[in-house]
């Protein structure tokens, strides 16, 4: 039997909606609480102000990709592979997203605390790329791999995030398979150095 939604997961999805609807910043928060069955001060009360909307409703879809981008990676395994999937997937399914493809298009100056320096963000992407991306499990590592690889991780999402709002002098930014394969240009030859004989 599935959880009963709280009143902070009802008004989460209302803002989830609303901003899949109208845009981040066109929707208010008294657009929300009507969405909700709910008031405006309540909306506050459970969760907070817009602001805060935005964020947990970025980290919710973040999640979900996350999940879908371990899926995706799990059907190859070499380094190489994993990486041009996890960057050419994680660039489409955020284009296909409704809120995503808001926050990291019109909205992005709303939601670029969330996308880079927002610090509640950055450990749960963190946790589940790094599951994502560790083909390198059962072979022996060099010193400190686990540091050096997180440091790899937080630049792969960081590419991927300029590779959907920067545009490229070939205008090939937002086109996933290419940036899958210059992931894999940029990245591969730091993560192939991570394992003992590499």
Known sequence: MPARATERDLVVEAAAECF???GIAATTVDEIARRAGISRAS?????GGKQKLVSEVVLREAVDVVEHLHNETGRV????????????EAIRVIQQRPVLSRAVGPDL???IPDLTYEISMMPVLLEGILSVLMPLRGQVLVPDAEERL???VEEVIRFVIARITT???DGRARDPAAAGERAVAVFGPALAQLAVGS
């Not at 909306?43 to 969760?47: D, I």
């Open 150 to 152: 997180v440091i790899i």
């Open 167 to 169: 545009p490229t002098l």
């Open 43 to 47: 909306v506050y009360r459970y969760v």
């Open 20 to 22: 899949a609807e109208a």
């Open 77 to 88: 395994t070499s380094t190489d592979d994993i990486l041009r999937v996890f960057v050419s």
């Open 109 to 111: 100056h709303i939601t």
